[in-house]
Nanobody
């Protein structure tokens, strides 16, 4: 079964940083555009960021622009989400997902466009 594995979550103080990683199980990421999503308690899932198959195009939701950076290292078969200046409202379970397109597109934030998902990693921002 093809799936993704997220890691790197944890507890951090406001203003702190975390780097999430997304690695596949059973396939390579080279042929997939990757998105990061999050879901906070009592809220709907939100598309956070996306990186195209080549890594040449990225997209971010407005609330994380300038603080989060998505990147990929296809040689290591890993996609990263560097999260800086974390805020309490960033607290959520973060998921990565893969879609079989070359680019993110205008619908990168729509989870139903993605084919494979991970189980998520918890990010908590609290003093």
């Amino acid at each position: 079964q093809l799936q993704l594995v997220e890691s790197g979550g944890g507890l951090v103080q406001p203003g702190g940083s975390l780097r999430l990683s997304c690695t596949p199980s059973g396939f390579t990421l080279d042929y997939y555009t990757i998105g990061w999503f999050r879901q906070a308690p009592g809220k709907e899932r939100e598309g956070v960021s996306c990186i195209s198959r080549s890594g040449g195009t990225t997209a971010y939701v407005g609330s994380v622009k300038g603080r989060f950076t998505i990147s990929r290292d296809n040689a290591k078969n890993t996609v990263y989400l560097q999260m800086n200046n974390l805020k309490p409202e960033d607290k959520a379970i973060y998921y990565c997902a893969a879609r079989t397109t070359a680019s993110c597109g205008f619908d990168y934030y729509r989870g139903e466009r993605y084919n494979y998902w991970g189980q998520g990693t918890q990010v908590t921002v609290s003093s």
